[in-house]
């Protein structure tokens, strides 16, 4: 049998209580002008960034920013122009979420919120392009 030490139920205590109230748990510590991991509420957490970690996307990054960590590729292919739009090219955005990002995330078609996620990743490249040529 092993001993539970007050400093585990603690930690039990505030991990339970924070699942159950998110928003009083966060509330208590920037009452007392700190974050729950230590941080001053205006205090940068490390961040990592490391280009190219994709070795079959045309480009990559993973980015690591305290404990959370972000892998994105890119990949990229010449296709031929629409007969009415000749001269023109255009982007079809994929977002994948794959369910080893989160638990949230299920195997599977893209769920909705990928789709909506990739509609509008769709929006700012056009406005972006749109901007550059069209100020």
Known sequence: MTSTTTEEIDSLKA????????????????SENVR?????????????????SISTADGSALVRL??????????????????????????????????MCSPKFKPGPPTEEAQVLSDRLNEALI?????IYFV
């Open 36 to 52: 729950p991991d230590g941080r001053v509420p205006d205090g940068w957490r490390d961040v990592n960034l490391n280009v190219g």
């Open 66 to 99: 305290g404990n959370t960590t972000v892998v994105c590729g890119v990949k990229a292919e010449i296709a031929e122009p629409e007969l009415d739009r000749e001269g023109e090219g255009f982007l079809v955005p994929n977002l994948d979420l794959p369910a």
């Open 127 to 131: 406005a972006s392009v749109n901007s």
């Open 15 to 30: 991990s339970v209580f924070q699942r159950l109230h998110p928003r009083v748990y966060l509330e208590r510590f920037l």
